[in-house]
């Protein structure tokens, strides 16, 4: 649940303790399989690989996998922010990635209501009607996983309307877990979280009395491996040429922009991403999860600085790079 944590902002909690959500994209794409896993033992190392780095839950994003992936989620204690499968018809992108990127930066607000459908990408009744079907679906086919935590219905105003209409249903189905009910930006003030994705520009926020803040996307820095790589084509939002560039990137990110926002109330993290997707070459792993691109020790430390500051611990000074 969310509570008030001893410096006064609204935190996350388990069993009555602030605990910090160190977090990765999880999108579950494979170079042999694309959206299904090759092989069980193939998703177990994924979520094992993630424990061992020091990450404690996986944002398993537009996609609802098989439920043997919460089942080993449930046994090796990895929490879970499950999206919704997002829908609705072709996104302009010049709106829902750069516009509101400055729009988000600026704090200027934009109702999801039905003037704005077409900006949305959801002027057909029947596709509303059947994501809310697919809601209900959800919900009944995942309930009985303990390691759900926190559902996500929209993302970055991809399909997004109504969110909280969609909210509310989420809370009539299961009053148990969180809801994040608009990831990134477009946020209608409602759920329990204040959703922040950062890729540019200067992450600004400020912590509200109610809900958690969480930055459930950053990061997407990328490096493209010879040999380990899909395409020719390199996605990401800042890239590097080698894994010795990428991590020291990585500790720059944190300890300049990250581990200041955690101080200050951020109570959850998601790093873009687990592995690389195809072009998306923005993975922590290569897409055939031969290589850690980023150095391991290092990933295990910054999130031990997160974590104790996220849970208001006395936190050691870090800043040696390794």
Known sequence: DIQT???????????????????VLDQ??????????????ALTADISRMKKLG????????????????YHCDQLGMLVWQDMVNGGSAYKHWFVTYLATLMNWNHISFSDDEKHAGLLSRLHPEGKDEFRREITETIAFLYNHPSIVV?????EGWGQFDALAVCEQIRT?????????????????????LSLH??????????????AAALTEFGGYSLSIPG???????????????????????IDLIRQTILPAVKKGIGATVYTQLSDIEEETN?????????????????????RALKEAGECKTYADHTTDH
């Open 5 to 23: 944590a001893p410096d006064g902002t609204q935190r996350f909690f388990l069993n009555n303790k602030p605990y910090f959500q160190a977090g």
């Open 28 to 41: 579950g794409y494979w170079p042999e399989s694309l959206y299904t896993a090759p092989t069980d033992e």
């Open 55 to 70: 990450f404690n839950m996986l944002r398993k994003h537009a996609k609802i996998e098989p439920e043997r992936f919460y």
């Open 151 to 155: 559902w996500v219905p929209f993302n």
């Open 173 to 193: 189905l299961d009053s148990s877990r969180l809801v994040d009910h608009a990831s990134g930006w477009f946020d209608q003030k409602g759920g329990d979280i």
């Open 198 to 211: 950062y890729y540019f520009l200067k992450l600004k926020f400020k912590p509200e009395s109610k809900r």
């Open 228 to 250: 380990h790589s899909c395409c020719k084509k390199v996605y990401g939002y800042k890239k590097f040429n080698s894994t010795g560039t990428l991590t020291y990137g990585y």
């Open 283 to 303: 993975g922590i792993y290569t897409y055939d999860r031969e290589i850690c691109k980023i150095d391991p020790d290092t990933l295990r430390k910054w999130n």
